[in-house]
């Protein structure tokens, strides 16, 4: 029996016959291809009906399978797989819903392989963890890119939502073989840079606790600049933030993440991280009188890796440096210093207290060394 989408309300606060004929058009394609009413409602009412089709593509066409079924097939306990699904950011379904693809049963037999492997459960939930909210970035990204590639002006709502699924139907394989060359090329460069001596042999495992240099730089006054431009500059300075700072992470220095107006760096070489963090703040004044300054702390201790970020004192006073350095500067702790080999040029702060951490900390301003020229930055200590 044909739905009166009209009569359950799903064509509500639709204005001109054109646009209501479209939304019908659309609802109606899409119960045929066998989206049940409860759902269309939901998706009406939450706006994203135009992206339904997109939403089945990348579901694909086979058949649904329950949490209970994707476990019993995996060969996972059903616990484990609920906290997998949580660790990925998902809201949990109801155990008996078949909303399950075989593309989620097949994730959960290479989790299987994973974890029959020898790699423990928790590091298995911070791996998934911690690539999933990588994932989740790339998504965003990706999602709005081709939104504004394949949206047209004046666009009805049935004409937007069947382009969009077209062109995810056509891009999507292409974004797959893109991103497992992105990861090829990140692990291949990991494979480089890792070290596995003697005592890693001996012992069977890698190390816990590592020094490292810590650095964080971020944009001077960027929340007070998004009262002043349009969101859209506002997320071009950022990204901008996020292309400088890729550009001086040279090996041994990695860029960990960037959180919205700040770029994390790490490396065992303090010497190559506050390079980096001055070529950074350089390059800021580079951009000209509309970029905001960049200021910068770094720290030097023992960190933890995790799923991909560190944790450590280390990592919360090269924040808190941060904070308090000025406009144009790179501020570091005297251990920091210490452990450098080239002459840098360094001017003494004193001794600060920073929220959160015990004691006072010794600071000192760095600046390239005397005849290299870099940052014209004056800002005082």
């Not at 044909?2 to 309300?9: I, K, L, M, S």
């Not at 992206?51 to 079924?69: M, N, S």
Request: hydrophobic share 40%; net charge negative.
């Amino acid at each position: 029996m044909a739905v009166d989408f009209d009569q359950e309300g799903l064509l509500d606060g639709v204005e001109g016959d054109e646009a209501r004929q479209a939304r019908l058009r659309l609802l109606e394609r899409l119960s045929d291809e066998g989206v049940e009413l409860d759902e269309l409602r939901q998706a009406t009412e939450e706006g994203r009906l135009a992206l339904l089709p997109v939403e089945l593509v990348l579901a694909g066409d086979d058949r649904r399978l329950t949490q209970k079924q994707i476990a019993e097939q995996a060969g996972l306990e059903i616990e484990l797989l609920r906290k997998v699904w949580r660790a990925l950011g998902m809201p949990e379904p109801p155990e008996d819903k078949a909303v399950f693809t075989q593309e989620d049963l097949e994730a959960a037999e290479a989790g299987k392989q994973f974890l029959d492997a020898g790699i423990p459960e928790q590091e298995f939930l911070e791996l998934t963890r911690s690539m999933s909210q990588a994932v989740s970035g790339v998504a965003a990204s990706v999602g709005n890119a081709f939104a504004d590639a394949l949206l047209q002006p004046g666009d009805n709502e049935a004409q937007a939502a069947l382009r969009f699924a077209e062109g995810t139907r056509e891009l999507s394989p292409r974004l797959d073989v893109v991103l497992r060359h992105m990861m090829h090329v990140h692990l291949r460069e990991r494979a480089r840079s890792a070290v596995i001596g003697e005592t890693e042999l001996r012992s069977g495992k890698l190390p816990g606790a590592q020094e490292m240099a810590v650095g964080f730089a971020d944009l001077v006054g960027f929340t007070k600049l998004g009262e002043r431009v349009p969101s859209e500059e506002l997320g071009s300075v950022a990204g901008r933030l996020a292309e400088m700072a890729a550009d001086v992470a040279e090996p041994p220095v990695r860029m960990v993440k960037t959180i919205g107006d700040a770029a994390m760096l790490v490396s065992d070489d303090p010497d190559c991280l506050l390079k980096a963090a001055l070529d950074l703040v350089e390059a800021a004044e580079q951009e000209g009188a509309r970029f905001p300054s960049v200021h910068a702390g770094l720290a030097l201790g023992e960190t933890l890796p995790r799923g991909g970020d560190y944790y450590g004192r280390p990592v919360n006073l090269a924040s808190r440096i941060t904070d308090f350095a000025r406009p144009g500067s790179v501020v570091a702790t005297k251990e920091l210093r210490e452990a450098t080999e080239r002459d840098w040029d360094w001017s003494r702060i004193g001794r600060r207290r920073f929220k959160g951490l015990k004691g006072e900390i010794e600071v000192l301003r760095a600046r390239p060394p005397s005849g290299d020229g870099g940052s014209g930055a004056s800002s005082g200590d």
